[in-house]
């Protein structure tokens, strides 16, 4: 621990940081180190006691190496700013295409990369399959469907986020799927469970209802103006997702629905 006297006359507010990349230049303050809050319009003399970390002290703390992949550069460098607050989390990379990141991903030794689904070069769902292996893959997109994220999950991501996420849920898919685990933003988790239990479409279940109280195709396609051939598919959709074979069967799961 130091120890300085210091003089400050008038000076504006500082935010206290304790990441040296935030550290302020002014005369007797160290160049990393926490900075402290000063009232403004003060004259006082303080001593002030700060802790000189070196770089690679900071450095030794910091668990997970992440890379973006982002063709917008506003969104890719706010979200890496936000990650490098974080002393375990280290930003280590950014690129703003897939031909980028294949060139330049294998000399980082990244851990973590955060990906945007919708790029103009590769689609990012489609990269997945290209990058290390062991490597924990968030994907991120402005579009949070549930198919999408079944999708982007299917593939090999371990996490999902929408480009308007919180902070926090930034963070925290970071830690979970550098730790090994699998992150969903509470929503999207809710979009995804809601999809578990009630599969079937809108129309899905007009038809399922009819056909359970007895109604042939012909006549279900002429009640809801539809052709034979379209309510035949829709029949074929609703068995496959409720795992039945017949109409009887599926007069029971009707009850349920």
Known sequence: MVGLMLKITGARPLIAILHPQFSRNWPGLPKSGPIFDVPP??????????????????????????????????????????LSLEEDIQVVGEFSSAKQARAGLPGLQANICICDISMPDENGLDL?????SGMGVIMLSMHDSPALVETALERGARGFLSKRCKPEDLISAVRTVGSGGVYLMPEIAQQLARVAVDPLTRREREIAVLLAEGMEVREIAESLGLSPKTVHVHRANLFAKLGISNNVELAKKVLNL
């Open 128 to 132: 997945l399959k290209g990058l290390p």
């Open 41 to 82: 319009h003060c004259c006082f003399t303080a001593k002030v006691y700060f802790q000189i970390r070196s770089p690679s002290r900071w450095s030794h703390t910091m668990t997970y190496r992440v890379v973006f992949i982002d063709d917008h550069d506003i969104v890719r460098s706010g979200f890496a700013q936000l």
